[in-house]
C-alpha cells in the first residue's frame, strides 16, 4: 500500500511509519524538521519499506499542505491511505484573548488536514482508498487549558463526519477513520502534562500506532484508544438524532443535483 504519513518525525506518527515499514508499505512522511525524517526513511527502509520519500515543511503553509500530497501522489505513483496526525505544539493555558495564535493553531490542525484530503480525494477514489484522521478524547469531551487543541478536534469531527456521510450517499467508496485517542507517552504530551495532570499514565505509542493502522485498514469509522475511553465518547442521543435527521433529507433529489468532486 502506498501511504503518507504526516507529523511523522517523532511521536506516534513516527511509530505509524514504523509500523508500516514493518508491513512493507511505499511511505512518504512528512513534518518540518528534515534531520529527524531523514532518520525516519532510513529506519522505515531498514525495518522492509517497499520505499520511504520525505517531504519536510511547514503545515501553516496550506500550499505546503498541498504539494505534499501532489508530490507524494508522483513518488509512489498513487495513494491508497491519507493518515493526518501533525498538531503544532500544545501550550496548556489560560485563553489570553490571543485570536492570531488560535488562527494559527486551526491552520496547522485543521485546515491543513481538509486541505490535503481535498488534494488526496481523486487518487483516493482510483483505489477506493482511506484516509485516517488522528484526533482526541479532548475532541469529544472538553477540558481545561487547551481551547484551541479542543476546537481542532471538535472541528474534525464535525468535519469528518460528516464528509463521511456525503461519500456513504454519493456510494463514494473510500473510508475515514476517526482515532480517538486518550493521553499516550509520547515525549511531548508526557513533558507538557508533567506537574498538571496527576494520576492518569499513559498508554504506549507503539500499541496506539497499531491500533491506529488496524482502523484504517478495517475501514472502521471510529476508534478508541486505549479502549477504556470508549464510554466517554458514547453518545446516543447523537446517533440517534443523526440517524432521525438524515431520514428527513430528501436524498434522491440531492444526489442527482449535486456532484461530489
Ligand atoms: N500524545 C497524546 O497524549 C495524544 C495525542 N493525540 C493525537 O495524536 C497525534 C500525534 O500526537 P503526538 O505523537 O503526541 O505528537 P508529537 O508532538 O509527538 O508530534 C507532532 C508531530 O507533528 C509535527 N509538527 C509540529 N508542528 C508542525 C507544523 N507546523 N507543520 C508540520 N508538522 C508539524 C512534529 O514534527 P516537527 O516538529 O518536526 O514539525 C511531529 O512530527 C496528534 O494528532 C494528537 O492530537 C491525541 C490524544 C492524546
Ligand atoms: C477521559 C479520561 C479517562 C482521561 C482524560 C485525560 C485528559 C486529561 C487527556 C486525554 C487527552 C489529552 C490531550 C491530548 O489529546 C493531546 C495532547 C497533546 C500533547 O502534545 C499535549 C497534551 C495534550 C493536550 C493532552 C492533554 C490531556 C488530555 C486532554
Known amino acids: 500500500k502506498r501511504v503518507i504519513v504526516t507529523g511523522a518525525s517523532t511521536g506516534i506518527g513516527e511509530?505509524?511509519?514504523?509500523?508500516?515499514?514493518?508491513?512493507?508499505?511505499?511511505?512518504v512522511v512528512t513534518a518540518r524538521t528534515e534531520a529527524k525524517l531523514k532518520k525516519v526513511i532510513s529506519e522505515c527502509?531498514?525495518?522492509?519499506?517497499?520505499s520511504a520519500h520525505f517531504i519536510p515543511g511547514t503545515m501553516?503553509?496550506?500550499?505546503?499542505?498541498?504539494?505534499?500530497?501532489?508530490?507524494?501522489?508522483?513518488?509512489?505513483?498513487?495513494?491508497?491511505?491519507l493518515i493526518l496526525n501533525h498538531i503544532a505544539p500544545v501550550n496548556l493555558r489560560f485563553f489570553n484573548g490571543d485570536v492570531a495564535s488560535i488562527r494559527k493553531v486551526m491552520d496547522i490542525n485543521f485546515f491543513s488536514y481538509i486541505t490535503m484530503t481535498s488534494a488526496a480525494l481523486p487518487m483516493l477514489k482510483v483505489t477506493n482508498g482511506s484516509i485516517v484522521v488522528v484526533s482526541s478524547i479532548a475532541g469529544k469531551l472538553i477540558t481545561p487549558l487547551i481551547a484551541?487543541?479542543?476546537?481542532?478536534k471538535?472541528?474534525?469531527?464535525?468535519?469528518?463526519?460528516?464528509?463521511?456521510?456525503?461519500?456513504?450517499l454519493m456510494n463514494v467508496n473510500i473510508s475515514i477513520t476517526l482515532c480517538i485517542l486518550g493521553f499516550?507517552?509520547?515525549?511531548?504530551?508526557?513533558?507538557?502534562?508533567?506537574?498538571?495532570?496527576?494520576n492518569i499514565t499513559p498508554s504506549p505509542k507503539e500499541e496506539c500506532a497499531v491500533e491506529i493502522i488496524k482502523g484504517g485498514a478495517l475501514r472502521q469509522k471510529v476508534i478508541a484508544y486505549p479502549s477504556s475511553i470508549y464510554i466517554?465518547?458514547?453518545?446516543?442521543?447523537?446517533t440517534i438524532q443523526e440517524y432521525f435527521i438524515l431520514l428527513t433529507y430528501n436524498i434522491d433529489n440531492i444526489t442527482r443535483n449535486q456532484q461530489f468532486s
Open 15 to 27: 511509530q505509524i511509519a514504523y509500523h508500516l515499514a514493518r508491513m512493507g508499505a511505499h511511505l
Open 45 to 50: 527502509l531498514k525495518l522492509g519499506a517497499a
Open 60 to 81: 501553516e503553509d496550506l500550499v505546503f499542505a498541498e504539494q505534499v500530497v501532489t508530490k507524494a501522489g508522483k513518488l509512489m505513483g498513487g495513494l491508497d491511505m
Open 148 to 152: 484551541d487543541y479542543s476546537a481542532a
Open 154 to 168: 471538535f472541528a474534525l469531527d464535525g468535519f469528518y463526519s460528516s464528509l463521511q456521510k456525503e461519500l456513504q
Open 184 to 198: 499516550i507517552n509520547t515525549d511531548s504530551a508526557v513533558k507538557s502534562l508533567s506537574g498538571i495532570v496527576e
Open 232 to 238: 466517554s465518547m458514547w453518545n446516543p442521543i447523537r
